[in-house]
């Protein structure tokens, strides 16, 4: 029979593209697109949607038996940005949600669960270059914090209950179809919009600021490869470490402007450039290379191009890149 997919926060960046993905390979009806609203229409109108709050353990589970779902991609969450301004809320939906999801599972109600963590678990304490899959980890956010507890509670039910969990140390996701979520690497999507409609960005970030990078279809695609890898092969029940590109706005306002010769850049740091000062350059994945066959396929040259395109073609532009 085939897996049938719940998506919880499917309207969010990464959501919505996952659930097009997924719905592509185990159909339309088979793939639960759920978030807290109805504000995402595409969304909406393209298949199965329900609205669940991923505080609410019935909600979930009420919607997990309605549709005989398998698998859950809990993606709801609130980012390192916004969960600095709401710390409390941003430790009870990240903990609360996955904790629900973990149960599920654990009551064998689901048979699988991903869950996205991210290099926030990283702190300044952490070796900031090639950061290994093990290694020091103090995060100074809240939404590193609580990514950091999720995982040694991901690796705890697995231990202890035998719970199916799978988990990816994102970077900062790159795409263009839908707005991020509030994270201290959107930057490096705004800087692209701004591009096209005023040739010129005013970055909260320092010039010099390297952070790891991956663009959307390669997040999607390592979500839907792990996901599919062979339990017994898999040796890291936390998160794995998982990389493509690092580059910093200088570094990538270099790369717009081949396309883009007149454009321009300042920096004015705001409180972003301390929790982006806070996490690693960039990550040694070596792990999930070996264990799961990870192979990043887009390079910063390619992101820049596609991101110009795309966007250019949202805004109805005629140019092209
Ligand atoms: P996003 O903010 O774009 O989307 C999150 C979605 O969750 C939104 O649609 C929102 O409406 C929904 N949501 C919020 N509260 C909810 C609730 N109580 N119940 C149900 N839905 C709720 O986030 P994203 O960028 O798509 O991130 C998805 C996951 O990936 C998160 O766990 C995030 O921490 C992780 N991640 C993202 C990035 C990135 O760069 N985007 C990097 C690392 C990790």
């Not at 997924?22 to 949607?49: C, H, M, Q, W």
């Not at 709050?53 to 009420?62: G, S």
């Amino acid at each position: 029979m085939t897996e049938r997919i719940l998506i919880i926060g499917a309207a969010g960046q990464i959501g919505s593209e996952l659930c097009i993905e997924l719905r592509s390979l185990y159909g339309t009806e088979n793939v639960i697109a759920s978030d807290i609203n109805l504000l995402n229409e595409d969304l909406v109108k393209a298949g199965p949607f329900e609205i669940i709050d991923a505080k609410n353990f019935d909600q979930i589970k009420d919607c997990v038996e309605k549709h005989h779902i398998d698998t859950v991609y809990l993606l709801a969450a609130m980012l390192s940005a916004t969960a600095e301004r709401l710390p409390q809320q941003a430790w009870d939906l990240n903990i609360d949600s996955l904790f629900h999801v973990l149960n599920l599972a654990k009551d064998g109600i689901i048979k699988k669960v991903f869950w996205p963590s991210s290099i926030a678990v990283f702190g300044p304490s952490t070796p900031k270059i090639n950061t290994p899959q093990n290694s020091i980890m103090e995060p100074t956010t809240v939404y590193g914090i609580s990514k950091q507890a999720g995982e040694r509670w991901c690796e705890y039910y697995h231990k202890r209950y035998n719970v199916d969990v799978r988990s990816l140390r994102y970077p900062g996701i790159i795409s263009y179809k839908t707005s991020p979520g509030g994270g201290t690497t959107d930057y490096a999507i705004d800087i692209f919009h701004k591009a096209i409609s005023d040739n010129h960005y005013n970055c909260f970030l320092e010039a010099d600021c390297t952070l790891p990078m991956m663009y959307m279809d390669d997040a999607v695609a390592a979500a839907i490869q792990l996901m599919k890898a062979d339990g017994e092969k898999l040796r890291i029940r936390s998160s794995y470490n998982l990389s493509a590109v690092s580059f910093s706005p200088s570094q990538l306002a270099a790369v717009i402007s081949k396309h883009i010769p007149n454009f321009s850049i300042d920096y004015n740091p705001d409180f972003r450039q301390r929790i982006a000062e806070s996490w690693p350059d960039s990550i040694d994945d070596t792990v999930a290379r070996k264990d799961w066959g990870w192979q990043h396929a887009y390079d910063l040259e390619t992101i820049a191009t596609l991101m110009l395109n795309g966007i250019s073609k949202m805004y109805n532009n005629q140019q092209t890149f």
